[in-house]
């Protein structure tokens, strides 16, 4: 079985950063994208930014150029470092990752973590 489980977030001032991480563990055989997206109360999940397995980059307009995604193929994990944050950017985050499993190594699977809230103070 396959889990993504998500570390950092939290609260900080505007201006401030913080950083993410998301590992995928168990039963894992190849993982192709890896990404971040976020959501508020009432609104749908936006994409944040996400990375192919050779490290091609995409990010929202809202974020680029304050955040910085970069993943470790070796360790499974995915990061999302965030600098200079806006109240605007106060949401819940969540990891997602296209997993092949070794249970069933014919289909790629969409998986998510938990979710952490990051909660960005004027």
């Known amino acids: 079985q396959v889990q993504l489980a998500e570390s950092g977030g939290g609260l900080v001032q505007a201006g401030g950063s913080l950083s993410l991480s998301c590992a995928a563990s168990g039963s894992v055989f190849s993982i192709s994208d890896m990404g971040w997206y976020r959501q508020v109360p009432a609104k749908r999940r936006e994409l944040v930014a996400s990375i192919s397995s050779d490290g091609n980059t995409n990010y929202a307009d809202s974020v680029r150029g304050r955040f910085t995604i970069s993943r470790d193929n070796a360790k499974h994990t995915v990061y999302l470092q965030m600098n200079s944050l806006k109240p605007g950017d106060t949401a819940v985050y969540y990891c997602?990752?296209?997993?092949?499993?070794?249970?069933?190594?014919?289909?790629?699977?969409?998986?998510w973590g938990q979710g952490t809230q990051v909660t960005v103070s004027s």
């Open positions: 997602n990752a296209q997993i092949v499993s070794e249970e069933d190594i014919r289909y790629q699977n969409d998986y």
